[in-house]
């Protein structure tokens, strides 16, 4: 199995910013796209940005040009760099890998146990 654990949340003013980060562990035989969620109270998980190896990052629009999605690919992790955050950014935020823990299991979805974010006006 695979387990990711989020860092980096916390209460900040409307304008500061915040770094995420999401650690895999466990049984990894590879790992493919990493990305960030988002669920604010009352509202369906949405994408905030994800990164395949090798490939573009995607954002949501609403974060586009505020937040920077990377990779540490050595250590299976993923951080999510926000700036100028906005009280609309408050939400839980869960870390996601695709991810196969041996080389004949399929790709499996995995998230992280999620990390609170709360922007204050």
């Known amino acids: 199995q695979v387990q990711l654990v989020e860092s980096g949340g916390g209460l900040v003013q409307a304008g500061g910013s915040l770094r995420l980060s999401c650690a895999a562990s466990g049984s990894i035989f590879s790992i493919g796209a990493m990305g960030w969620y988002r669920q604010a109270p009352g509202k369906q998980r949405e994408l905030v940005a994800t990164?395949?190896?090798?490939?573009?990052?995607k954002y949501a629009d609403s974060v586009k040009g505020r937040s920077t999605i990377s990779r540490d690919n050595a250590k299976n992790m993923v951080f999510l760099q926000m700036n100028s955050l906005k009280p609309e950014d408050t939400a839980v935020y869960y870390c996601?890998?695709?991810?196969?823990?041996?080389?004949?299991?399929?790709?499996?979805?995995?998230w992280g146990q999620g990390t609170q974010v709360t922007v204050s006006s």
């Open positions: 990164l395949s190896t090798g490939g573009s990052p």
């Open positions: 996601q890998a695709i991810a196969r823990s041996r080389s004949y299991n399929p790709f499996q979805d995995y």
